[in-house]
């Protein structure tokens, strides 16, 4: 039998691996998100769109992610 303060090691840097890859396809689905959000505000604004588009809670996130990251 296993010692339980092993298992529950291996456990944990099994969940933080887990949780590493699950942050990575987070941030790139973000990052795809903002990149077309982008697009679509420009594509608007070139369309005649006057006002500004207001920045929105993903936008926000994304800002305070790359805020962190320094």
Request: hydrophobic residues 30%; positive net charge; proline residues 3%.
């Amino acid at each position: 039998m296993r010692n339980p303060i092993d298992s529950v090691t291996q456990f944990c840097l099994i969940q933080l691996e887990i949780l590493k890859t699950r942050e990575s396809r987070l941030r790139k689905e973000l990052q795809d998100c903002n990149i077309q959000r982008e697009f679509l505000s420009q594509t608007l604004q070139d369309l005649g769109r006057k006002e500004p588009i207001e920045k929105d809670i993903v936008s926000n996130l994304m800002d305070t992610m790359r805020s962190s990251k320094k």
